[in-house]
């Protein structure tokens, strides 16, 4: 049984560092300014010419409110029409991508985040996908995973069903907590029947997957009033829930100066709410799929790492690895091939850009062959909890132990420590320290040293 989790306090204190979160390797913090678009559009004829399948992620950045804790690339306004000029550099963007691919290759998987993408007015929604279907060979056979994440104080009924009719049939909604003093905290206020009201349309509507997603260490929450919003989100029953540790990180994000540092739990408390969630989830049938991430057991995440078959990309978990992600919108990122890329993150430079015909690409990296060799190891570590050293030895021309001879002192420490297990063939990520594998995979990033430490959310 791949999620069993075993709770040790004093191993998590020794081991909680902060790392990254792995949605990419190397991550994002190692971009430069030296990849232009003419990288990006050569690896799009790389990838037009092997006519490999497509992951399609579309950032929409308008919020009408402000929440406090969001760490996102976002504009807040309550201003509708700004959404205008913002879709008309996105759908240039799209066509100027979609001419260098073939029409051949499906979009398998599609994801619009934020922001807020149901910001967008319910035309404004339809043009997008009809651009969308025009220039990419988007299925209509429901068989893609096609999500969106959903503020349920920005979607009704008619939302739900407009979503379903445009092909989209999965949602990830935005919870966070539920009880009214933390809410009022953060500046998000959404009761339990808003929610409850998406969730039961989703269900009516058809819609093959329900995400929510929770944060514990914000403003006055305690271990006790946390658990009882992970009672009601229970009750819910999702298919898919992420937990995520808040971060709190006010010089890099201007919003979160606005909470109030003496309202925060402490690192106890956090920990205190960490272990009552997995009792929680795990009494209730879900598993642990890794990070933050669980799933009831017949979903297809938990499925693809019974069957060590789960990857990761910038979109997390993921089934969907095997395809060029292309990024369209302000801040967007894509992985082609090689190949990262990022979209620039100031909004009026991304139009502006656009505007003269040229792609916004701001930065990115290529992968060297140590890249190559060192993302392999830490997807197979943080997707399957276990690297069989002959896979990696065959894939990459190697011999493991003498490769990775400079960190095998910490390996061995961390084997002695019982985080995992280490054998001349083979680590397996034990259950003592499956909540802890960023910090196994941190051994094995090569830049992790030259930046600080501070740039990241801790473990746990």
């Known amino acids: 049984m791949l999620d069993a989790i075993r709770w040790d306090t004093d191993l998590i204190r020794r081991y909680d560092l902060a790392g ?11 971009f430069h300014s030296q990849i232009s678009p003419f990288d990006l559009l050569h690896a ?36 509708r029409g700004r959404a205008l000029p913002y879709l008309q550099r996105l759908e240039q963007e799209i066509q100027l991508i979609a001419c260098h691919l073939d029409p051949a290759q ?11 993408p149901t910001f967008l007015s319910h035309d404004e929604l339809r043009q997008l996908m009809a651009h969308l279907r025009k220039h990419f060979n988007l299925l209509d056979d429901d068989s893609g995973d096609y999500g969106i994440e959903i503020d349920p104080r920005e979607a009704d009924w008619s939302t739900m069903g407009l979503l379903r009719e445009l092909g989209f049939n999965r949602v990830s909604i935005g919870l966070q907590d539920l009880d009214p003093a933390v809410q009022r905290a953060v500046n998000r206020l959404q009761s339990l029947e808003e929610t409850r009201a998406v969730i039961d349309a989703a269900r009516t509507l058809q819609f093959r997957s329900i995400n929510i997603d929770l944060i514990y260490g914000l403003p006055k929450q305690t271990p006790e009033n946390f658990a009882r919003t992970v009672d009601e989100v229970i009750s819910l ?8 540790n808040y971060a709190h990180l006010p010089d890099r994000f201007m919003p979160q100066r606005r909470i109030n540092i003496n309202e925060l739990p402490t ?27 669980f799933a009831l057991p017949d979903d297809e995440l938990a499925i693809a790492q019974e069957e060590s078959t789960l990857q990761r990309n910038f979109q997390g978990y ?8 292309i990024g369209l919108g302000v801040s967007a990122i894509s992985h082609i091939g090689d190949l990262y890329c990022q979209n620039s993150s100031d909004l009026n430079q991304y139009q502006n850009t656009l505007a003269s015909a040229q792609l916004a690409t ?22 399957n909890f276990s690297l069989e050293f002959a896979q990696i030895e065959q894939a990459f021309n190697i011999d493991f132990q003498g490769y990775f001879g400079e960190i095998w002192p910490q390996l061995q420490g961390m084997a002695k420590d019982g985080l995992i297990e280490l054998t001349s063939e083979s680590i ?4 003592a320290g499956r909540l802890l594998v960023r910090s196994v995979c941190m051994v094995f990033d090569a830049y992790l040293e030259q930046h600080s430490r501070q740039r990241f959310s801790r473990v746990i």
């Open 267 to 293: 690192p106890a408390q956090k920990l205190q709410m960490l272990q009552h969630t997995i009792e929680q989830l795990t009494a209730a049938g879900y598993r642990y799929i890794g990070m933050d991430h």
């Open 20 to 30: 990254p979160r792995y949605t990419s390797y190397p991550t994002a913090v190692q």
């Open 237 to 244: 029953q999702p298919d898919r829930l992420s937990v995520f």
């Open 428 to 431: 397996t990520v034990l259950p």
């Open 318 to 325: 993921t089934t969907h690895g095997h395809c060029d992600l």
């Open 106 to 116: 499906k979009v398998e998987q599609l994801h619009f985040g934020g922001g807020t």
């Open 362 to 383: 701001s930065r990115g990296l290529s992968c060297n062959a140590d890249d190559r060799l060192r993302r392999a190891v830490i997807q197979q570590l943080i997707c």
């Open 44 to 79: 799009l004829r790389d990838s037009r010419k092997a006519v490999r399948p497509l992951s399609l992620y579309v950032h929409v950045p308008f919020c009408a409110n402000i929440c406090y804790y969001c760490a996102c690339n976002k504009v807040i306004t309550k201003d």
